[in-house]
């Protein structure tokens, strides 16, 4: 199975949006040195990306879980650089804090020293999923577990309940897109989003499988990760593309990373433990 999960790798969709042809195009892999990957996220400023390793079961607190630096080369810097946590899922940056959700806190670490700062816990979280940081540091995590249908927010202090509702139900992938935040809500297999401001919550379009990450493509599309093995360009006006599709060889595809400077798609396999690294082109 692992064999023909490589192979799939390299044989990658080349599908046509209202933009023209895209496709994505490998361009490295690390090897299967990960526990669990789960998500990705690139530090501009020291320009490294850090990968969450659940490392168990994906809402034990077993203390097993750990965060490692790879180069953006694909080379392992240090694989267990962070350790002592429990399963932690997505991640964000601002300045010189790493924010980590990880089951019921959220985890601050501080990327200079090397070191956790606090965790932040969410009162009444149960499977706290992703992380989006917002204008001025606000954090935005959803917590997934189907009972929840919440998003908490970190104002520096403290988290908090910020949302709750039957139409963000199972939410996962979060991003901050202007005065927005966007959600991935599994629950009903679309994009939703919730004015920051007012709290209205709208649709923006419907995907129609589970959704893990999101990310945006620098030219107003949305990248979407379906964590059985489906990476997609999604338009707002309804276009879905299919980029990878690796759910027949067991390969997922959790919380992507997208950056439009160099094109370059970042996609944790989960259990298949590798990073994989690709270029869109269009």
Known sequence: ????????????????????????????????????????????????????????????????????????????????????????????????????????????????????????????????????????????????????????RFDGEKVELWARAPSINRPNGLLVDGGNLVIGVSGHSMLKRVDIETGKISDIVTIGSAIDGVAMDGKGNFIVSDWKGRTMLVEPSGGIYVLLDTAAAGVNSADICFLPKWKMLLIPTFSDNRVVACTLVY
């Open 1 to 152: 199975m692992k064999r023909s999960a490589a192979i799939i790798f390299l044989i990658l969709a080349v599908t046509s949006s209202g933009s023209g042809a895209v496709s994505l195009v490998k361009k490295w892999e690390t090897d299967r040195v990960f526990k669990t990957p789960e998500s990705v996220v690139y530090d501009a400023e020291r320009h490294i990306l850090y990968v969450s390793n659940i490392c168990g079961g994906p809402d034990e607190k077993d203390g097993n879980g750990f965060i490692s630096q790879l180069s953006m080369k694909g080379e392992i810097v240090s694989l267990k650089w962070i350790g002592g946590l429990n399963a932690p899922k997505g991640m964000g940056i601002s300045g010189t804090r790493l924010y980590v959700a990880d089951v019921d806190e959220l985890v601050e670490i501080d990327v200079e020293k090397g070191k956790v700062l606090a965790r932040h816990p969410a009162p009444g979280a149960k499977f706290l999923n992703d992380v989006a940081v917002g204008s001025g540091g606000a954090v935005y995590i959803s917590d997934s577990a189907e009972s929840q249908n919440a998003i908490y």
